[in-house]
């Protein structure tokens, strides 16, 4: 029974350095490859101290699998792929759930794509990091577990030989990007950001606007705070965080100061102005440690800079 459970789980080319593909019931919904880059392995839980990571480069392959749910837990998700994983010759290095990770700084320190792809619940997600030796050199993978009501998600990141062919022809974009729709694009109509962040846990607060290298919120109205506040209103019992980000430029001290500032101006504001009880929203910043899109570009930076509403309960 085990053995089939796992082989329904994983399909690998054995002995090979081919990207790993899940199966049924899982659905590949984001991938993302680069030829040639590096990948910062988690190998520990964050701590005061920072995320202890073993950077690796090579042929880096991001994907994103969702499956439905019913009373399946993160660990019955992880289970049969961790077990996959070891058949196939690859040694654990760390590996941890929710709290023991460091939660939320675990979380924000290391490598996620976006929402609505990928959804971490902050307080149910699971860590699972490996590496084997292979006759091109030597490959790690990575897998963050967590679930929603409905739908569980897995992402997987591998850090290939740079040697390795994939799987199978993939046609690859001079400038990889998260499949979300680029800086150019229509804000989300009026009235959307409660209905994603109840789906998803999570929704960026669109049309915010500072000044130039300011962490002062411009005085003038925004429909999606308006918004927020009156759901935060209508029941004290849900809470939410707001998180700030920026885009590369820069060090990270100074990124995550300037990130953590803006959001707490806005934070600010749903409490002075929209009249949201203070014990309802905490503020943080994570600088450019979790970006939707690559800061190679003004648009990938600009899709970078944003704030956030995560949320916690309710």
């Known amino acids: 029974m085990i053995r089939q459970l796992v082989l ?34 988690p190998t520990g839980p964050w701590t005061e101290a920072g995320l202890p990571v073993r950077p690796i480069e090579g042929r880096i392959v991001r994907s994103v699998w969702q499956r439905d749910l ?41 490598d996620v794509l976006p929402e609505p792809e990928m959804h971490v619940d902050l307080g149910d997600f699971r860590f699972f990091a490996a590496i084997r030796d292979g006759a091109e050199g030597a490959e790690a993978v990575s897998l963050l ?5 409905a739908t569980g998600f897995v992402q997987v990141i591998e850090a290939l030989p740079r ?6 022809p993939i046609a690859v974009p001079d400038e ?6 680029p800086a150019s694009a229509p804000a989300p109509a009026a009235g959307t950001l409660i209905p994603r962040l109840e789906e998803t846990g999570a929704a960026v607060l669109e049309e915010l606007v500072f000044g130039s290298g300011s962490a002062e919120l411009e005085d003038r109205a925004y429909p999606a705070l308006a918004d927020l506040a009156q759901w935060l209103k209508e029941d004290p019992a849900r809470r939410v965080v707001i998180v700030g980000h920026t885009d590369a430029s820069g060090g990270l001290e100074g990124n995550v100061t300037l990130s953590r500032a803006r959001a707490a101006s806005v934070r600010e ?4 102005r929209h009249g949201v009880d203070a014990a309802q929203v905490t503020a943080e910043g994570v600088g450019y440690l979790a970006p939707r899109a690559p800061n190679r570009t003004e648009e990938g930076r600009a899709r970078n800079r944003r704030v956030e509403v995560m949320l916690l309960a309710g």
């Open 8 to 41: 329904a789980a994983l399909i690998l080319c054995p002995g090979a350095a081919a990207a790993l593909e899940l199966g049924a019931p899982w659905t590949r919904v984001e991938r993302q490859e680069e030829a040639s880059a590096s990948y910062r392995l």
């Open 70 to 110: 019913a009373e399946t837990s993160t660990l019955d998700l992880l289970t049969p792929l961790r077990a996959a994983l070891e058949a196939e010759g690859f040694r654990p290095l760390f590996q941890c759930e929710t709290r023991g990770c460091g939660g939320f700084d675990f979380r924000y320190a290391t």
């Open 145 to 149: 577990i967590s679930r929603s009501d």
């Open 163 to 168: 040697t390795a062919a994939p799987a199978a």
């Open 176 to 181: 990889p990007i998260a499949a979300e729709a």
């Open 269 to 272: 504001r749903l409490i002075a």
